[in-house]
């Protein structure tokens, strides 16, 4: 914390950035609960581990797994991070690109 620049980090933090942040991961939370149902998985466990996308790597699996207490999902999360992290990441850009 003592290296980062924290005021070209707030300067970051615009309405704009924080609402399309929380459309994407509250749109991932909700396709993954009913694509989870509809192919008949457990609903809860389906959208944790599609959260798990904007998680920032392992260790936000871990902080969004063990906060749930569903650790044993594990792998499932790290599969989807390594998978559907990056489309998440160029998908989330590009939408930060039309809101600026």
């Given amino acids: 914390m003592l290296y980062i620049p924290l005021d070209g980090v707030l300067s970051v933090l615009t309405p704009g950035y924080v609402l399309t942040c929380a459309a ?3 749109t991932m939370a909700a396709t993954g609960f009913f694509v989870g149902r509809w192919l008949g998985m457990y609903p809860v ?3 944790l581990v599609t959260v798990c996308h904007s998680g920032l790597g392992g260790t936000g699996d871990v ?3 063990s906060a ?3 650790m044993v999902r594990m792998p499932f999360a790290q599969i989807s991070t390594r998978l559907g ?3 998440t990441v160029i998908a989330v850009s590009s939408l930060l690109v ?3």
């Fill in 24 to 26: 994407v991961v509250l």
């Fill in 45 to 47: 466990d389906a959208s």
């Fill in 63 to 65: 902080a969004i797994l």
């Fill in 68 to 70: 749930s207490q569903r």
């Fill in 85 to 87: 992290g990056v489309t």
């Fill in 98 to 100: 039309m809101t600026l």
